[in-house]
C-alpha cells in the first residue's frame, strides 16, 4: 500500500473526522490519497489559521486537532499556531510535507528544517526517515499529545516516503521507554494535602486549564463545596467552574478582580490544581501570598516547584487526585473568612464608567444575549474584557490564547470550535488589530458555511499596548495607531460574502447581536466603533505584588 | 555549584540536538557534555556538568525527564568515579625531555607521540589532576589541549 494511503488509513483508525490545512508540492501524495477518504478537511487560507482551527478544535471537542501544511514556506506558517497550542497545552498533531530524502540537507526548493525549529515548541516530533517507521510514528504522535500534559507533535514526513509502499499493520498499543504519564498521586501527600486543608483557616482553590484538559469540573466543584473554600481561577482556567456558582470567584492576576486578588493574596492555603503560576497569575512573586501554604497539583512534575516554593507537590492527573482528596475532607465552616471575602466582594465589584460607548457594556451584552455560547477571543484589551464581562456557565465555553497571547488566533480557533460543535453558537471576541492578523479565514468561512460570529471591539488602536503606553510611558502612542476606524469591516465582510454590520451607538448594540443572533447561515461581523480611551481595569502594575491592584479610583 | 548528571538516552539521530536545545532555551550553563554508548546499542549515555544551585538543578532534572528520549536522569555529584581523558602537546627540546618524562609518569600518563621538538602526552584522571598537570606543562609551552569532558559513574555499594 502506499504510505501516504496507509497514513489517511491509520488517521480514520485514530477517529479522526477533519482535517485543516493547505496543499502543497511535497504533501500532494498525502492529499491525492484524502481524497479517498471520508475525512473532512477543511483548506484554510493560511496556514497559521489552520494550525489555531485545529487548536481550537482540540479545546472544543477534547479530540486531537489535526493539521496537514506542505513543505518549506506552509510549514513554517504553522510555527505560530504550534507554540500556541504549545504554551496552552492543547494536543494537535500537524503532519508536514518534506522535500524527498536524497534532497534534505541541499536546501532544495521549498526546504525548511522544520523539526530542528520545531523542537522548543512541540512535546514530540519526528522526521520520518524510513517508510516502514510511519505508521508507528503516527500512532505514537497522537499517544504523545493527547496523554500526559497534552500538547503538539509534528510529524514530517519527505515526499519519496509518502510514495513508498509499506504494509499497512497499524499497531494497536505504543511503548515508549521514555514516557509513562502518572496519573494517580501519591497517597501520602494527598493525606498531607488533606491535613492541610483540614488545618486551614483561609483556604482557596486556584484552578488551571488543567482543571479543564482533565474534565474534572465535578471533582473541583464537589472539592470546594465539601471543604467549603473559594475558588479562583487562571485565565485558561476560566470555566473550571460555573462563574455563577456562589463559591466562584472568578480570574485572577494581572487583570482579575481586586476581591479575587484580594482573597488569594489574604489565603492561608493555595489549592493549586492544573495551573503554573504564570507571571500574568501571580504578579511579583516575592510579594506572592506571603501568609499561604501551597498544595501544587499538577499531571507535570517540572511545573511544581518551577515559579513558587511549594509545600505539598501532588504529580497526578487533576480529576483522579481531587477525587481521593475529597474522600479525606469533613466540611468546617470558617465564617470570619467567608466574611471578609464577602465584604471584598461586596466593596469592589469589577466596574466601569458608564459615559460614551464602552467596550466592556458590549461584552456585557453578549453575555446577555449569548449565554451558553463558545467564546474565542483575540489577544489583548478584547481578551480581558472578555475574561471580566463575559460570565462562563459550561466548561468548555472559553477559548483563548493564555500562554503565548497569539493576537489572531480567535477567529480561525472560533471557525475549529464551530467544526467541532455545530449545534452550538461560536463567537470569536475580536479586537480590530487582533482580527485583521487572520483576517482571511473570512473566506475559508464563506466558502464552507461555517456561521461564526466576529464581534469586534473596534478602537482603532492596538489598545492594549496603547494603554501600556497611556500608563508607564508617559503617553507617547508610539507606533499603535491603525487606524480601523477609517474604513469598513462591515464592506470587508460583505465583500467577502458574510454578513457586515456597524454599531456606532451603545443603543444600538442589543438589537444588533439579537439580529446577528438569528442568522444562523452566514457568518456575521459586526463591528463595534467603542471609545478608544477605554482602559482594562483593574490592574496589578509590572512588578507589583497582586494586593497592590489599581482601579479608576486609586 | 557545579553538578554531575547521568541521561541515559534512545540512540536516535537528533537526541543531542533536543538536550543541547532544551539547555539553551531554558538558560542552564553546559559546563561539560559528554556522549557515548552503553552497553547496549539503542542507549546513549550523556554525563553533563551543569553551573547553577539546586533549583536550577531540579528544574534541569525534571525538563531533561520530559523529553520523550530521555530513558533516565540521576544526579552522581555525590559519591561517583569521575575520569576525564586529556592530550597535551608540548614543546619538547632535547634538554627537556628527561624533566618531562619523569613528570609524565608521576602522572601516571603516557607520551603517545614523539616529534622533532614536541611529545604528546596521554593523562587521565578527576578534573583537578588534569588541570595541575596543564599548569606543570605551562613552563616548558603548550602547544595544543584537548579534553575529552568528563565521564562519571556512581560507586558500587561497600557492603
Not at chain 1, 534532497?103 to 525549529?117: M, S, V, Y
Not at chain 1, 457594556?361 to 481578551?383: H, L, R, S, W
Not at chain 2, 559546563?31 to 547553577?52: H, K, W
Not at chain 2, 608521576?106 to 614536541?118: E, L, P, Q
Request: aromatic content about 8%.
Amino acid at each position: 500500500m502506499r504510505a501516504a494511503d496507509a497514513l489517511i488509513k491509520a488517521l480514520e483508525q485514530e477517529g479522526v473526522e477533519v482535517v485543516f490545512g493547505i496543499p502543497g508540492g511535497a504533501i500532494l501524495e498525502v492529499y491525492d490519497a484524502l481524497y479517498d477518504s471520508s475525512i473532512q478537511h477543511i483548506t484554510t487560507r493560511h496556514e497559521q489559521g489552520a494550525t489555531h482551527a485545529a487548536d481550537g478544535y482540540a479545546r472544543a471537542s477534547g479530540k486531537v486537532g489535526v493539521v496537514f501544511a506542505t513543505s518549506g514556506p506552509g510549514a513554517t506558517n504553522t510555527v505560530t499556531g504550534i507554540a500556541n497550542a504549545y504554551m496552552d497545552s492543547s494536543p494537535i498533531v500537524v503532519f508536514t510535507g518534506q522535500v524527498s530524502r536524497h534532497l534534505i540537507g541541499n536546501d532544495a526548493f521549498q526546504e525548511a528544517d522544520i523539526t530542528g525549529i520545531t523542537m522548543p515548541i512541540t512535546k514530540h516530533n519526528y522526521l520520518v526517515t524510513d517508510p516502514k517507521k510511519l505508521l508507528r510514528i503516527v500512532k505514537e504522535a497522537f499517544y504523545i499529545a493527547t496523554t500526559g500534559r497534552p500538547g503538539p507533535v509534528l510529524v514530517d514526513i519527505p515526499r519519496d516516503v509518502s510514495m513508498a509502499d509499506i504494509e499497512f499493520d497499524y499497531p494497536s498499543k505504543v511503548d515508549l521507554i521514555g514516557y509513562k504519564p502518572k496519573y494517580d498521586g501519591h497517597p501520602m501527600q494527598i493525606k498531607k494535602a488533606a491535613e492541610l486543608i483540614m488545618k486551614s483557616e483561609r483556604p482557596i482553590i486556584l484552578a488551571g486549564g488543567g482543571v479543564k484538559i482533565s474534565n474534572a469540573f465535578k471533582e473541583l466543584l464537589e472539592l470546594a463545596e465539601a471543604i467549603p473554600a473559594f475558588v479562583v481561577t487562571t485565565l485558561m482556567g476560566k470555566g473550571a467552574i460555573s462563574e455563577y456558582h456562589p463559591l466562584c470567584l472568578g480570574f485572577v492576576g494581572m487583570h482579575g478582580s481586586k476581591y479575587a486578588n484580594y482573597a488569594l493574596s489574604e489565603s492561608d492555603l493555595i489549592i493549586a490544581v492544573g495551573c503554573r503560576f504564570s507571571d500574568r497569575t501571580t504578579g511579583n512573586v516575592a510579594k506572592f501570598a506571603p501568609d499561604a501554604k501551597i498544595i501544587h497539583i499538577d499531571i507535570d512534575p517540572a511545573e511544581i516547584g518551577k515559579n513558587v516554593r511549594v509545600d505539598v507537590p501532588i504529580v497526578g492527573d487533576a480529576k483522579k487526585v481531587l477525587a481521593s482528596l475529597k474522600k479525606y475532607i469533613e466540611y468546617k465552616q470558617r465564617k470570619e473568612w467567608e466574611d471578609k471575602v464577602r465584604e471584598w466582594r461586596e466593596k469592589f465589584p469589577l466596574r466601569y464608567k458608564k459615559d460614551g460607548f464602552k467596550p466592556q457594556f458590549v461584552i456585557e451584552k453578549i453575555c446577555e444575549v449569548f449565554p451558553d455560547a463558545i467564546v474565542t477571543t483575540e489577544v489583548g484589551q478584547n481578551q480581558m474584557w472578555a475574561a471580566q464581562y463575559f460570565k462562563v456557565k459550561h466548561p468548555k465555553q472559553f477559548i483563548t490564547s493564555g500562554g503565548l497571547g497569539t493576537m489572531g488566533f480567535g477567529f480561525p480557533a472560533a471557525i475549529g470550535a464551530k467544526i467541532a460543535c455545530m449545534d452550538k453558537e461560536v463567537i470569536d471576541i475580536a479586537g480590530d488589530g487582533s482580527f485583521l492578523m487572520n483576517i482571511q479565514e473570512l473566506a475559508t468561512c464563506v466558502y464552507y458555511n461555517i456561521p461564526v460570529k466576529v464581534f469586534i471591539l473596534n478602537n482603532g488602536y492596538l489598545g492594549m499596548v496603547r494603554q501600556w503606553q497611556e500608563l508607564f510611558y508617559r503617553e507617547r502612542y508610539s507606533a499603535t495607531c491603525i487606524g480601523c476606524e477609517k474604513f469598513s469591516f462591515e464592506k470587508i465582510a460583505e465583500g467577502f460574502g458574510a454578513v457586515g454590520m456597524t454599531v456606532e451607538k451603545p443603543s444600538e448594540v442589543l438589537d444588533a447581536l439579537k439580529q446577528a443572533k438569528e442568522i444562523n447561515d452566514a457568518p456575521v461581523v459586526v463591528d463595534f466603533r467603542v471609545d478608544y480611551q477605554a482602559k482594562v481595569l483593574p490592574m496589578v502594575p509590572p512588578g507589583k505584588g497582586l494586593k497592590e491592584i489599581i482601579d479608576e479610583e486609586d | 555549584m557545579k553538578y554531575t548528571i547521568a541521561v541515559l538516552v534512545e540512540n536516535k539521530p537528533g537526541v543531542l540536538a533536543r538536550v543541547a536545545s532544551l539547555f539553551r532555551r531554558r538558560g542552564f550553563n553546559i559546563e561539560s557534555l559528554t556522549v557515548g554508548v552503553t552497553e547496549r546499542d539503542d542507549v546513549s549515555r550523556m554525563t553533563i556538568v551543569v553551573n547553577g544551585d539546586e533549583k536550577v538543578l531540579e528544574q534541569v532534572i525534571k525538563q531533561l525527564n520530559k523529553l520523550i528520549e530521555v530513558i533516565k536522569v540521576s544526579d552522581i555529584t555525590k559519591d561517583s568515579v569521575e575520569r576525564e581523558l586529556c592530550l597535551v602537546k608540548v614543546n619538547a627540546p632535547p634538554e627537556k625531555r628527561g624533566e618531562l618524562v619523569e613528570l609524565t609518569n608521576i602522572f601516571r600518563g603516557r607520551i603517545v607521540d614523539v616529534a622533532r621538538d614536541s611529545f604528546i602526552i596521554e593523562v587521565t584522571g578527576d578534573e583537578e589532576k588534569i588541570n595541575a598537570f596543564i599548569d606543570l606543562m605551562r613552563s616548558y609551552g603548550i602547544k595544543e589541549v584537548a579534553r575529552t569532558g568528563k565521564v562519571s559513574m556512581v560507586r558500587g555499594a561497600k557492603k
